[in-house]
């Protein structure tokens, strides 16, 4: 199915120059788009290949449209941010080619007696839904998925396949979880008595806010005592651990195997790069940016960039710098040493 260009200005705004009644059918890269594809331009570098682009319509911003238009011959959408268009351009076209999961519960499906399902749900095969459950309107709910008793699934949520929600959590609109994602899990909390491990019973919950995505087998733990909250617009990609009692800011996003020890709270719009570290009870201000594979050990409260690793060396040379790194003590007091010597040496008599 396709869409006129006129019709994407009306809904996504941008100054279209060329002929608004052009169907296109769909978005492709630059270099694979067709004669009835969109494509975007997103970073000025690839301005030539955009210009060779063989797409019917490009997404350009202001500063690259008159190079590319001295070349290119098609019709062209121009807008501040050419990435966003794209995304929100994308949406449309997803959604017009969708499957819509019509409203109902499977019959093999295992739904206690006083869950409250909303009838434009839709629970597919071999659903459990345990008592007291909340399932709002228009949620999606894939085969295999556990809905634990008191859990709460906000208005157009959607569940893949096999997602563990637990007792009591809750979960706002339009969210989105991934399959083997466990929400409310226990957190990982023990008592040492000479040794031997004392569980404590982890009764908070899980609390997420509205327009969440969670990705594949990612883990958030309820918490201890008191809760553990996503906030709105949170992004976590595939395979994140979120430990107990951790509150993770608005608008943040976590690429792929990131770990947040327990408590730890981070604030709104930051970003974590792939198998960034936080250790436990830590605060990180709003708009703080770590890098990937950085381990984050001390509180950040202050916004910008911050990487704690290492550049990638040669293994000789990784060694020499562990060598050198090991014995910073012993240099240190040695230059002090010098330090004194010298002050002594060089001092007025």
Not at 64 to 84: E, H, K, L
Not at 215 to 236: C, P, Q, S
Not at 257 to 263: D, L
Request: hydrophobic content about 45%.
């Amino acid at each position: 199915m396709g869409t006129r260009l006129g019709v994407l200005v009306e809904r996504f705004g941008g100054q279209l120059v060329g002929d608004a009644n052009l169907e296109v059918t769909g978005i492709a890269p630059l270099a694979d788009a067709g004669a009835s594809d969109i494509s975007f331009l997103s970073n000025s570098k690839f301005r030539a290949q955009a210009a060779a682009s063989g797409a019917a319509a490009l997404i350009v911003a202001p500063a690259d449209d008159a190079v590319v238009a001295a070349s290119y011959q098609g019709a062209r959408i121009i807008t501040p941010n050419p990435y966003v268009y794209f995304a929100r351009a994308a949406q449309y076209f997803a959604a017009l080619g969708a499957i819509v999961a019509a409203p109902g519960v499977h019959a093999s499906a295992v739904v206690a007696a006083d869950a409250r399902i909303d009838a434009s749900a839709h629970i597919g095969a071999h659903v459990t839904v345990e008592a007291g459950a909340v399932i709002g309107a228009g949620v999606v709910i894939d085969p295999g998925c556990v809905i634990g008793r008191d859990a709460v699934i906000g208005a157009g949520t959607r569940l893949f396949a096999n997602v563990t929600f637990h007792a009591r959590c809750q979960i706002g609109q339009r969210g989105i979880i991934h399959s083997g994602a466990v929400i409310g899990g226990d957190g990982f909390g023990f008592a040492n008595e000479g040794g031997v491990y004392i569980k404590i019973p982890q009764t908070g919950r899980v609390l997420i806010g509205d327009d969440v995505d969670i990705g594949a087998n990612t883990t958030i733990d309820r918490g201890a005592l008191a809760d553990t909250i996503i906030e709105d617009g949170v992004k976590l990609d595939n395979q994140i651990q979120i430990g107990h009692n951790c509150r993770i800011g608005a608008h943040t996003a976590m690429a792929g195997c990131v770990g947040v020890a327990g408590s730890a709270n981070i604030g709104k719009y930051c970003t974590f790069g792939g198998a960034a570290m936080v250790l436990g009870h830590l605060t990180i201000a709003d708009r703080v940016h770590i890098s990937s594979g950085s381990m984050v050990s001390r509180s950040i409260l202050e916004p910008g960039q911050y990487t704690g690793f290492y550049p990638l060396a040669k293994n000789a040379e990784w060694e020499k710098t562990a060598a050198i790194v090991r014995n910073l003590d012993a240099m240190r007091d040695k230059i002090r040493a010098l330090e004194k010597t010298i002050k002594t040496l060089t001092a007025p008599t």
